[in-house]
Each structure stands twice: as structure tokens, then as C-alpha cells.
Antibody
Framework: QVQLQESGPGLVKPSETLSLTCTVSGGSISNFYWSWFWQPPGKGLEWIGY???????NYNPSFKGRVTISVDTSSNQFSLNLSSVTTADTAVYYC???????????WGQGTLVTVSS | QSALTQPRSVSGSPGQSVTLSCTGT?????????VSWYQQHPGKAPKLMIY???ERPSGVPDRFSGSKSGNTASLTISGLQAEDEADYYCFSYAGSYTYVVFGGGTKLTVL
């Protein structure tokens, strides 16, 4: 059974970089679109971007310029970096396994990141 | 502003059927057979309920069904149960450049 687990700081200061890692267990990281989502409090889900297992990336234009997603196949992990954060970036962040068709079959439990001084 | 339009709320009584809609364009919903639906209970991660318009992952009850007509996809839940009360999101593949677009979610209330 594939499992995903997010990890990283729960509190980040404004203007700093938010960094999260997703560890994949129970399956290979190959041939999937490893994605990050966010969900601000009380709001809907939004796709941030993906990294393909070969390192190719694609980002939601809303985040372009601030987001970097990378993969470490040797560790079965992929990571999210979101720079210059503001309080508006406070959200629950989810990692998920994506298919070519844009469906996401496995999700992490989510991690709340608060941006505050 | 989400690319796909979903009603903000829908309600139904136990045992009834409800249909949730998801409207896009010919560049996403209408252009591909790749619409997926997700159920999210409060404080929980989303769960894939339907993929490729009408396919159900293993373990999802057959009370959940998906369809598409033109630029609008639909999720129908028959025999509504209390545990179906949740938020539902639709996603659609939108080509290799955009990859995926999504709706703002529908809150389903079981009366």
C-alpha cells in the first residue's frame, strides 16, 4: 500500500522560505507526477505543481516565481520550497501521487504551516 | 477564481440521489476523458472517488458514479448516507502545459 507523509516546520516567518518534504513508501517513485496542494483555512484545494520522477516540473501560474518542487529518487522523497511567504500562505499543505490523466490516487495526511512572526 | 465551476452547496435526504455538477470548457472537461472527483471530510485528506470521468477506484461504493456531457461533468451519489456529507472537488486534465484545473468545491449536506 502506497503511503505519503509530509514533514517540515509548522511555523515559518514572513519573507522566509517554506520547505516541506514528502516521503513515499510502499511503492516506486517512478512514472508518476508527484504533486503538492494547499488549502488555506476554510477554503478550497488548489494544486501548486508537480515534479515528474525524471525531474521535470510544472507549476500553477499562481505560484510561478516563488515555487520549486524537486525529487530525490534515491530517498523516495520529493520536496516543496515556497519563497517569500506571507501570512496568506498559511494553509494545510498536502502531497499526492498524480497520474498522467490528472487524477491523484494517494494523498498524505496534510500538514498545517502557519506563517507568522 | 477556480477554472471549473461547482455549486457551492447541495443537499439531500438519506436514501435520495443527488448530482453534483462541474462545468469547464472545451480545453479541459470537454476536451478530455479525464475528470476526477474527490471527497474531503473536515480535517481529513481528500479521497479519490472517481477518475477518468466514470471509473471507481477499488473500495469506493458503487453508489458513486460519474458522467460527462459536453463541458459539464457530474458526480451522482445514490442512496445518500449520512457519511456522504463532505466537500466534493472536481479536477480535470487540461493538456500537458497546464496539466490540471480544479473546481472550488461543493459542500454536500445530508439532511
Amino acid at each position: 500500500q502506497v503511503q505519503l507523509q509530509e514533514s517540515g516546520p509548522g511555523l515559518v516567518k514572513p519573507s522566509e522560505t517554506l520547505s516541506l518534504t514528502c516521503t513515499v513508501s510502499g511503492g516506486s517513485i517512478s512514472n508518476f507526477y508527484w504533486s503538492w496542494f494547499w488549502q488555506p483555512p476554510g477554503k478550497g484545494l488548489e494544486w501548486i505543481g508537480y515534479v515528474y520522477y525524471n525531474g521535470n516540473t510544472n507549476y500553477n501560474p499562481s505560484f510561478k516565481g516563488r515555487v520549486t518542487i524537486s525529487v530525490d529518487t534515491s530517498s523516495n522523497q520529493f520536496s516543496l520550497n515556497l519563497s517569500s511567504v506571507t501570512t496568506a500562505d498559511t494553509a494545510v499543505y498536502y502531497c499526492a501521487r498524480g497520474k498522467y490523466s490528472g487524477s491523484f490516487d494517494y494523498w498524505g495526511q496534510g500538514t498545517l504551516v502557519t506563517v507568522s512572526s | 477564481q477556480s477554472a471549473l465551476t461547482q455549486p457551492r452547496s447541495v443537499s439531500g435526504s438519506p436514501g435520495q440521489s443527488v448530482t453534483l455538477s462541474c462545468t469547464g470548457t472545451s480545453s479541459d472537461v470537454g476536451g478530455y476523458k479525464y475528470v476526477s472527483w474527490y471527497q474531503q471530510h473536515p480535517g481529513k485528506a481528500p479521497k479519490l472517488m472517481i477518475y477518468d470521468v466514470s471509473e471507481r477506484p477499488s473500495g469506493v461504493p458503487d453508489r458513486f458514479s460519474g458522467s460527462k456531457s459536453g463541458n459539464t461533468a457530474s458526480l451522482t451519489i445514490s442512496g445518500l448516507q449520512a457519511e456522504d456529507e463532505a466537500d466534493y472537488y472536481c479536477f480535470s486534465y487540461a493538456g500537458s502545459y497546464t496539466y490540471v484545473v480544479f473546481g472550488g468545491g461543493t459542500k454536500l449536506t445530508v439532511l
